[in-house]
């Protein structure tokens, strides 16, 4: 069982920058590879960014790449999402998932196992 704690959301203006943070528990978050995935209102939950477990590939969406980057720090296992040049329409909440040993399909959402609360990130313009 892997528990993941999200934090950092918050309110910035366009243009701005955010740092998510996801927090896993366990011992085997080396083994998972982690993803965030956000849902606006009235819309359907997206993929954003992936980071293999291994660390060595990363994925984004068309529209984040550029300005977001995914890493992760295992011996603080914990994966972030850099949010950069942020636009109104990156307003959502954003969820931190995983998946053990995940290479495959990383930019659909039934792929992983476990997920985060959420954090609110609001974008103003």
């Known amino acids: 069982q892997v528990q993941l704690v999200e934090s950092g959301g918050g309110l910035v203006q366009a243009g701005g920058s955010l740092r998510l943070s996801c927090a896993a528990s366990?011992?085997?978050?080396?083994?998972?590879?982690m993803g965030w995935f956000r849902q606006a209102p009235g819309k359907e939950r997206e993929f954003v960014a992936a980071?293999?477990?291994?660390?060595?590939?990363?994925y984004y969406a068309d529209s984040v790449k550029g300005r977001f980057t995914i890493s992760r720090d295992n011996a603080k296992n914990t994966v972030y999402l850099q949010m950069n040049s942020l636009k109104p329409e990156d307003t959502a909440v954003y969820y931190c998932?995983?998946?053990?040993?995940?290479?495959?399909?990383?930019?659909?959402?039934?792929?992983?196992?476990?997920w985060g609360q959420g954090t609110q990130v609001t974008v103003s313009s």
């Open positions: 366990g011992r085997t978050f080396s083994r998972n590879t």
């Open positions: 980071i293999i477990w291994t660390g060595r590939s990363t």
């Open positions: 998932a995983a998946v053990q040993y995940g290479s495959y399909d990383l930019r659909e959402s039934y792929k992983y196992d476990y």
